[in-house]
């Protein structure tokens, strides 16, 4: 990885030779081992840190216009200015709500995140861009006072390096299968949020318009302006009767199991209709990003 510092550089300095007591000498040593420890950690933390999310940044531009096509926002907008929603699911929820009441949940549906307007549709980049930046200041800030005068100085000063950047190399494939996550959780919401519309599950948001043929302030003057309003957010359809596809009961769903035939809940995306915006779904799978 680049950016990594060099130990030859802070390693090979002249050792600053001050005349001490023995106990002085040791308290200070001892002092300094433990501010090599913690503030050498710190600063490789940042210096690793810096180097992966760098790696990382590189391949996930390598893989910009693939991304282009998997994450496909545009596609999914209502209207052309509306973002939908964002439908998260959960499964095999359990829920002890007294000492004799015991529940299970096949599966859970949320609205995470409801319509609003937007110029632009939401973007990949706006979940898997890192603020590398701001880890700048890493092992190469540090004060000449924390150069190794011996040995044991030295010793725990490449310790520290190392472990400072073991973990910002975590810490970064951390950050980034988090908002790799976060993108996913966004647009397969999003998807959701569509089959449920066309299965009749979940209600499309209701949008007013209002024109106003003048509007003045003395200074300005707008004419034939057109003024957007949600109304009403995308509600779940609690009536199953109103849902176009059908539900089969607990006792249906484990003869089904028991003989091993599979069950049907995807709609089918031929029938997804044209002002959806969602006619290519087949060709539109999140996937991850090798980052190794």
Same mark, same amino acid.
């Given at each position: 990885m680049a950016d990594?510092?060099?130990?030859?550089?802070?390693?090979?300095?002249?050792?600053?030779?001050v005349s001490q007591s023995d106990s002085a000498k040791q308290a200070e040593a001892n002092a300094r081992i433990e501010? &090599?420890?913690? @503030?050498?950690?710190?600063?490789? $933390?940042?210096?690793?840190?810096?180097a992966r999310l760098s790696e &990382?940044?590189? @391949?996930?531009?390598?893989?910009? $216009?693939?991304?282009?096509?998997?994450?496909?926002?545009r596609g999914l907008m209502i209207n052309t200015v509306v973002v939908?929603?964002?439908?998260?699911?959960?499964?095999?929820?359990?829920?002890?709500?007294?000492?004799q009441t015991f529940s299970v949940l096949g599966t859970r549906y949320e609205i995470k995140e409801n319509a609003r307007f937007s110029h632009l549709p939401p973007d990949w980049r706006d979940f898997l861009n890192f603020n590398i930046e701001s880890q700048d200041v890493g092992i190469d800030a540090l004060p000449n006072e924390l150069k190794p005068k011996n040995s044991a100085e030295e010793k725990a000063f490449k310790k520290a390096m190392d472990k400072g950047i073991e973990e910002g190399v975590r810490e970064a494939d951390a950050i980034f299968s988090h908002q790799l996550n976060r993108l996913n959780q966004s647009y397969i919401g999003m998807l959701k949020f569509h089959q449920f519309v066309l299965s009749g599950k979940i209600t499309m948001p209701a949008i007013a318009r209002s024109n106003v043929s003048?509007?003045?302030?003395?200074?300005?003057?707008?004419?034939n302006q057109s003024n957007f309003q949600i109304t009403q957010l995308a509600r779940f359809v609690d009536d199953t009767r109103k849902w176009n596809t059908n539900t089969i009961s607990i006792l249906e769903r484990s003869k089904v199991?028991?003989?091993?035939?599979p069950v049907q809940y995807v709609i089918p995306v031929s029938n997804v209709p044209n002002q959806?915006?969602?006619a290519d779904l087949e060709f539109v799978t999140p996937v991850a990003i090798e980052a190794n």
């Open positions: 990594l510092p060099n130990y030859a550089y802070y390693l090979q300095q002249t050792p600053i030779i501010a &090599i420890n913690t @503030i050498v950690t710190d600063a490789a $933390r940042r210096n690793g840190l810096r &990382i940044t590189g @391949i996930i531009e390598n893989n910009s $216009r693939k991304l282009d096509t998997i994450y496909n926002y939908p929603p964002v439908i998260i699911e959960a499964h095999q929820i359990s829920d002890v709500s007294t000492p003048q509007v003045g302030t003395g200074n300005t003057m707008m004419l199991k028991a003989n091993k035939e959806y915006g969602v």
